[in-house]
Structure formats: C-alpha cells, structure tokens
C-alpha cells in the first residue's frame, strides 16, 4: 500500500479516535462531571480489584497530580473516600454513598450506553474489533519507541536533546 493510501487511512482512523473522546467529553459534560471526575468514577465502576490512586493513574493514563486533584475535589465533596490498605504507602478509593448515587446517575447511564452499543456488533466482530485495536496499539508502542526516548532525554544549553 502507497504512503498516500496509509495517510488517508490514518486520518480516518485518528479522525474517529477524536470523535470518540468527543464523545465521552460530551458526555461528562452533559452528566455535570469534569472529565477526570467522569473517568475516576467510571474506573470506580468497572474495576474488580481494590482502585489506588496508582491504578486509577494507569488506567486512565493521567499523571499523578491530575489524579490527586480530581480525588481531593471528590473527597470534599463527600464522593469518595481514601483508606489506607496494607502497605501504608497507598490508599484505596471507595465511593460513599453519596458517591454510588452520583455513579449510578452518570457513569453507569454510559457504561449501559457502551455495553448496548458492543452487543450490536456480533461475537466475531468484538473480537476482532478488539485483536485489530489490540494489535494496532502494540506496534505503535513499538514504533514509538525511540521517539519516547528521545523525548525523555535531558536538553542541552541550547534546548535540543542530548
């Protein structure tokens, strides 16, 4: 396949990546929830383990003062609450009641909205859907390997990279 072929299909591809987050943007707002409210409460809700801050920030692919941010707003307000867990070092993220009322109101209206949209795709088309997407973000961590490195060394006195 030529360069000008890849182009047009990665357009199109990063085209519905937008749209996607656009539409979980949208949707936060519509629900009254800043985004990294929204995605606390909703990793909250579809994680089986204990939620720590660390995990939160793995699983959203936030940095860790974002993350804390959001938790001491949703803290305040009454949403969450942090237990210390074993180790001291890290603390577990529950939902009070207040907070179960709150997710039960927004984040799970677009959890049930996503399970309705993937059951309309047949078995065969989840799983390739999810094998291509897979695939597809593995080689790109692979191809954007030594950018990231380059990205994570220091700079000279002149602003480049060393």
């Known amino acids: 396949m030529n360069e000008t072929a890849i182009g047009t299909k990665l357009s199109e591809f990063n085209s519905i990546i937008k749209e996607s987050d656009d539409i979980y943007r949208c949707a936060a707002k519509a ?3 800043p985004d990294c409210a929204f995605w606390i409460l909703y990793t909250l809700r579809t994680e089986t383990e204990p939620v720590t801050q660390r995990g939160i920030c793995n699983t959203m692919y936030q940095p860790k003062q974002t993350v804390n941010s959001a938790l001491k707003k949703l803290e305040q307000d009454g949403v ?3 237990t210390e867990m074993a180790d001291r070092r890290s603390k ?3 939902l009070t009641d207040r907070g179960r009322s709150l997710a039960g109101q927004t984040v799970d209206r677009v959890i ?4 309705h949209a993937l059951s309309c795709l047949t078995d065969q088309e989840q799983e390739a859907f999810l094998a291509l997407f897979h695939k597809y973000t593995k080689l790109l ?4 390997t030594a950018l990231q490195a380059n990205a994570c060394r220091p700079r000279n006195e002149e602003g480049g990279r060393i």
């Open 112 to 115: 049930d909205a996503e399970q």
């Open 80 to 82: 969450i609450r942090l």
């Open 31 to 33: 629900l009254g929830l």
């Open 92 to 94: 577990q993220v529950l």
């Open 141 to 144: 961590k692979e191809n954007m």
